[in-house]
């Protein structure tokens, strides 16, 4: 398996775990707020990580970057930690990941308005028959939408944006330090803005109320969902092309629409299974073959 290939399966194991995100966050956003839900996920995950840095001796950003790496970070743990949990306070889990799933589309484009990488037919053709899947797999399911879910969506769209900008201009920085480094700092930096936004809205006065399963999902959340998923985020960035990175993204609705289901009741059919398979032949097409040549 090479370099690139590995790079792609963490890639689609950090979106599978976003997916279960993005159904934990649908299910306790509304006992919380945005912001406040923000500090919990990315500063457990800054704690946990910040630890296993130092045990390894990372190799940390050169002094000119750590400006960069700090913005890139609020960039990504804050203005899109932000606008995704917002999104889910108005829409349904699917719904939500379904419009994140346009992410390697707006990825492919931002790459290639910035010359980080080209776009070509087989990267074109697999992105499309990915994101076919996922309509596939989650439209006829998407009847019962909440009352002006579209607002959630458009916030959604936003998010994807933002993610896109840190897939492309992150390869870089990541080079010139460890990814784990690069990771650590720039969460770090977000969830120092996101603690101090949540202490300004008061937003801890909500943890009272907080039940039991509810402690759980932020505890994924934090755990799984911030330090596990972005560790492999970050790794496959450093390992593989943006597009290739983001495509696996596709992956992330199929799993949200399962955890909407199971915890929430927000159904699905059976269209799931050959949505999955246009999915992962969608991912198979866009990152394989020697047609696509990505620019450094």
């Known amino acids: 398996m090479t370099r690139d290939h590995i790079g792609v399966l963490a890639a689609v194991v950090s979106s599978a775990i976003g997916g279960v995100a993005g159904g934990a966050t649908r299910y306790v956003i509304h006992a919380t707020d945005p912001v406040t839900l923000g500090v919990f996920r990315f500063g457990t995950g800054f704690l946990i990580l910040l630890p296993i840095s130092l045990l390894m001796k990372c190799r940390w950003p050169q002094s000119r970057d750590w400006i960069a790496v700090a913005l890139l970070g609020i960039l990504f743990f804050f203005a899109f930690s932000v606008l995704f949990n917002l999104a889910y306070s108005t829409t349904t889990a699917a719904r939500g990941a379904l419009t994140l799933s346009t992410m390697p589309l707006t990825t492919m484009l931002v790459g290639a308005a910035f010359g980080v990488e080209r776009i070509d037919a087989r990267k074109t053709v697999g992105v499309l028959i990915a994101m076919a899947g996922v309509f596939l797999a989650l439209m006829l399911g998407l009847s019962g939408a909440p009352p002006g879910a579209w607002r959630g969506e458009l916030v959604m769209l936003a998010a994807t944006f933002c993610m896109s ?6 390869r870089p920085f990541i080079a010139r330090s460890d990814p784990l480094a690069f990771l650590t700092a720039g969460m770090g930096a ?23 399963p509810q402690w759980l999902a932020i505890s994924y959340l934090g755990v799984v969902g ?3 998923a972005f560790m492999l985020w970050v790794f ?3 390992n593989t092309s943006p597009t290739k990175t983001a495509v696996t993204i596709t992956v992330n609705p199929v799993f949200a629409s399962i955890v909407g289901a199971l915890v929430i009741g927000e159904g699905i059919g059976l269209n799931l299974i050959a949505g999955l398979a246009a999915v992962a032949a969608g991912i198979w097409i866009a990152t394989t073959g020697a047609a696509a040549k990505d620019t450094q």
């Not at 977000?190 to 603690?195: P, Q, R, T």
């Open 165 to 170: 900008l840190y897939n492309v201009w992150s």
């Open 226 to 228: 911030s330090a596990g």
């Open 236 to 238: 496959a960035l450093s």
């Open 190 to 212: 977000a969830a120092a803005c996101l603690l101090v936004w949540a202490l300004l809205i008061n937003g801890f006065d909500a943890v009272a109320n907080f039940n039991a």
